[in-house]
């Protein structure tokens, strides 16, 4: 196998379409790529809204596949093997580029990309307004299912895009730690309640992520 540089590596970005673009694009700026060979188009709505129309080119994740999935805390990170599948069959490579929609204002798109971060790939754009803002312009759609890229890849997971309850308990109350619960304020103040208890992290300041 042929040793990958870090001045080829360099050399490849600055060959990417997506060179000098920032993290969040939009519509046209996707639009103009959507044949660059380096692209993994993501969407993370729905079967129903993928199967009616969905942007060329992009290849369904059910946002489910994205949480582990299981009581007490589903919404931890996935197993590993599910992320190596599941990367798989986008056709991961070290010169990907991801652009990651959704159509619920991008909090399965943020997660996606949260992922990502695990996984050492740091190479993503999150189109701003999601499909919503593509179907807004007037782009075209497609209705054609892109196929399943290839098997599982082998992934490093990374410890630092995560924090684990562990880790919070040993810092809460550190003055340079700041803890962002963006629920609803009704879950914040724990008067309605869809975990396990109400409330919420002490010293969490609550900021809808809507």
Do not use: C
């Amino acid at each position: 196998m042929a040793y990958n540089s870090p001045l080829s590596f360099h050399r490849r970005l600055q060959m990417s379409a997506f060179t000098g673009l920032s993290l969040v694009i939009e519509p046209n700026d996707l639009l103009e790529r959507l044949d660059a060979p380096e692209l993994i188009l993501v969407d993370l709505t729905s079967s129903a809204r993928y199967e009616a129309g969905h942007i060329r080119g992009a290849r369904f994740v059910d946002p489910k596949r994205t949480q582990l999935g299981k009581p007490p805390a589903p919404g931890l990170l996935p197993d590993t093997a599910d992320l190596q599948q599941l990367f798989g069959e986008l056709g991961h490579n070290p010169d990907a580029v991801y652009v990651v929609y959704d159509d619920e204002g991008g909090g399965w798109a943020g997660r996606f990309i949260w992922l990502l971060d695990v996984i050492g790939h740091h190479r993503y754009h999150y189109l701003d307004g999601g499909v919503l803002a593509w179907e807004a312009q007037s782009l075209p759609l497609s209705t054609e299912v892109a196929p399943v890229a290839g098997g599982p890849v082998t992934l490093t997971l990374h410890d630092e895009p995560t924090a684990t309850r562990e880790y919070l308990q040993s810092r809460l109350g550190a003055a340079d730690l700041a803890i962002w619960d963006a629920r609803g304020p009704t879950e914040y103040s724990g008067e309605k309640v869809v975990a396990a208890k109400g409330g919420h992290i002490p010293g969490a300041v609550n900021f809808e992520w809507t």
